[in-house]
């Protein structure tokens, strides 16, 4: 059973925004860098198909106050207003609509000092922000599971100290991100979860030892080989997974800096 720490926005008249998300990848990587709109987000399968409305930004007191990974949470908005209709590329914005409830994903984390908590930074992905007519206001939410199908897989972004973090290095392979006998740092962001996570633990020389949670579930505990090729995960102690690196010759995946997808 997950016992979900974040409490619900539901009865509280918040105040939010639009963030415009063009060239960026977002604090939850989410989505691809390059991404100018949605369908070349590389996002999630619920975000690209429209059952996920959009992403947001979610307030940092949110983020630090939750033992939960927040990242890819999904946002049932039941009241929002001064809010506008979109194309569903996200990328042109038109009359104001007041249909709720929709939808939306915690892709990204609002730092500024306006991001109180409960505060949601809607993502789009045009410059053109109808900031003109005001930001949206008396927002109301609550967290709800996601709409995952069951044959959507959860997905992972394995990172290094040395990768997610620059653009794109081209023609770069699984070996080249992988290039040490052992590592002391790498992350594992998880995607398709239907609700967030609260622990994650990777069994290691007989140990399951517990991921940091700090923006992804982070190794940083001495040296890690992946001279096996494999990875074996407990997700909150009910979801036991097993996930094999590629073969270091094979490209690494593009558009999220220099990370490796894993399918279990």
């Known amino acids: 059973m997950m016992i979900l720490s974040l409490r619900s926005g539901v009865g509280i008249r918040q105040e939010s925004s639009y963030n415009s998300m063009v060239k960026q990848i977002g604090f939850c990587r989410m989505q691809s860098f390059d991404t100018v709109s949605r369908s070349t987000s590389e996002s999630v399968p619920m975000f690209l198909d429209g059952r996920v409305l959009m992403g947001v930004g979610l307030s940092n007191e949110n983020m630090k106050t939750s033992d939960a ?10 009241r929002v207003e001064n809010f506008y209709e979109w194309n569903t590329e996200l990328t042109v914005w038109g009359k104001p609509v007041s249909d709720t409830p ?3 994903m915690v892709m990204d984390q609002c730092t500024d000092p306006v991001c109180t908590r409960d505060y949601l930074d809607f993502d789009i992905y045009s ?13 109301e939410w609550t967290l709800v599971p996601c709409p995952v199908t069951e044959n959507e897989p959860l997905e992972y972004l394995l990172c290094t100290a040395t990768t997610c973090h ?27 979860t239907r609700w967030p996570l609260h622990q994650v633990r990777v069994e290691y020389q007989g140990r399951l030892v517990p991921l940091r949670l700090e923006n992804a579930w ?8 992946f001279r096996n090729g494999l990875l074996n995960l407990t997700l909150d102690d009910e979801k036991h997974v097993r996930l094999k690196i590629p073969d270091t010759h094979q490209p690494a995946s593009t558009g999220y800096r220099g990370g490796i997808w894993l399918m279990d």
Request: glycine residues 6%; contains cysteine; hydrophobic residues 35%.
């Open 218 to 225: 982070v190794w940083d505990q001495g040296p890690f080989s």
């Open 69 to 78: 990974f927040l990242c890819g949470a999904c946002l049932r908005v039941t």
């Open 127 to 139: 410059d053109q922000q109808p900031v003109m007519h005001g930001n949206p206001y008396h927002v």
């Open 102 to 104: 929709f939808l939306v």
């Open 166 to 192: 620059a653009e794109d290095p081209p023609n770069r392979t699984v070996g080249d991100v992988l290039s040490r006998d052992a590592e002391d740092y790498w992350s594992l962001t998880i995607r398709n």
